[in-house]
């Protein structure tokens, strides 16, 4: 650790798997300067309680109920303004860092215009490994689990929508970076081990195809959130892919996955309830 740059890493948790929230917390606990957990009205609260009290340097903040990935990761990033951290990385629940990861990223703490720092990944579930250039490179959009935030940013206002509740939380947060002249830039280096769903791989006609299984209730969001961001943004290629995936990714559940009636009805009615929602337009 640099000792003249404090770093905050936050974990948000609801009904989390013990054994891996204490993976989780021990490999980043001893990279950083604190930890603190935002726990979203878990049953198993107390359960977590338990482990944290086999660590130091970590908080537990306890939500009476679930309001949603958005509001979790706002109190995360209070909680650095609050306790003056330079940077705040956010992370899943299931997310493991590996060793080395904000050592890596304290070599770019310079780059001009950061909005957010994040890191390559291996998904647990996902067989095909994807291929890591040599150079940090600049992206489009990038999820929350593992990227680092400079405080000073959440506190000019780059918060998280709360009324997104959590599907495209992360988009909807990039796209304002982007738009006010922020970089995303991702390092060369795989820090993460991650999940993407329950995924699994089907064979049609010859190709492989990779689903997600994700319940309805996140159709429900995904879908709803991706007309609010086309509301929010306008019509552009980026806000119509998140629509335009969200149906190729219907469409694969319709063929390969369980409970397919439920997520076409959530699906649908996400579209409907995100047309009718009444969402602010963006203003630079």
Not at 207 to 212: A, Q
Request: a negative charge.
């Amino acid at each position: 650790m640099n000792d003249s740059t404090k770093i905050l890493a936050g974990i948000v948790t609801f009904n989390p798997d013990t054994e891996r929230l204490i993976e989780n917390i021990s490999s980043i606990i001893n990279q950083v300067d604190e930890v603190v957990i935002i726990d979203n009205g878990s049953d198993n609260v107390d359960a977590i309680k338990n482990i944290i009290r086999e660590f130091e340097k970590i908080s537990l903040i306890e939500l009476e109920e679930n309001k949603g990935i958005a509001f979790a990761l706002n109190k995360i990033g209070e909680f650095a303004v609050e306790n003056k951290f330079d940077w705040f990385l956010t992370l899943d629940q299931d997310s493991v860092v590996l060793d080395g990861l904000i050592n890596e990223y304290q070599k770019y703490l310079q780059l001009p215009d950061i909005g957010l720092l994040n890191c390559y990944r291996e998904d647990r579930n996902i067989k095909d490994s994807e291929e890591i250039p040599e150079k940090v490179e600049k992206k489009n959009n990038m999820i929350t689990s593992g990227s680092l935030m400079p405080t000073y940013l959440f506190k000019d206002g780059f918060t998280y929508d709360n009324s997104l509740f959590i599907d495209l939380v992360d988009f909807d947060l990039t796209i304002r970076l982007k738009k006010n002249g922020y970089y995303l830039y991702q390092i060369p280096f795989v820090g993460l081990l991650h999940e993407l769903g329950d995924a699994d791989y089907h064979n049609f006609l010859g190709l492989k195809l990779l689903t997600f299984n994700y319940s309805p209730f996140r159709r429900y969001y995904f879908s709803r959130n991706a007309v609010i961001l086309i509301k929010k943004y306008g019509l552009s290629k980026e806000t119509w892919s998140y629509l335009y995936v969200g149906f190729i990714v219907l469409m694969k559940s319709v063929f390969f996955e369980k409970n397919k009636f439920k997520k076409i009805k959530a699906y649908f009615r996400g579209t409907y309830d995100g047309i009718r929602f009444k969402a602010q337009r963006y203003e630079k």
